[in-house]
């Protein structure tokens, strides 16, 4: 069983920058990729942005050029830099695992709360 324990969610101003953190169970040797989710109010889950296990990053279009994907190999852990936050950020954001063995993982997610 993969567990993912996600932090560094909060209430920001306008323009402001959060970090979230994404601790895994296992190494990352064994998983395929690994992502960012989000799911705002009334609206449904999306990918906001993913990291494979090569190193390839992708973003949705909404946050291109504000958010950054990372991870630390060595302490299983992934990363979302959120930059010049808007009110249309927020949601509650879910780590997101592709174990190599086709399972996909969730964390319990963390809200992002974006004031204008």
């Known amino acids: 069983q993969v567990q993912l324990v996600e932090s560094g969610g909060g209430l920001v101003q306008s323009g402001g920058s959060l970090r979230l953190s994404c601790a895994v169970s296992?190494?990352?040797?064994?998983?395929?990729?690994m992502g960012w989710y989000r799911q705002a109010p009334g609206k449904q889950r999306e990918l906001a942005s993913a990291?494979?296990?090569?190193?390839?990053?992708n973003y949705a279009d909404s946050v291109k050029g504000r958010f950054t994907i990372s991870r630390d190999n060595a302490k299983n852990t992934v990363y979302l830099q959120m930059n010049s936050l808007k009110p249309e950020d927020t949601a509650v954001y879910y780590c997101n695992v592709e174990a190599n063995w086709g399972e996909n993982y969730w964390g319990q997610g963390t809200q992002v709360t974006v004031s204008s």
């Open positions: 296992v190494s990352f040797s064994l998983t395929n990729g």
């Open positions: 990291i494979t296990k090569g190193g390839s990053t």
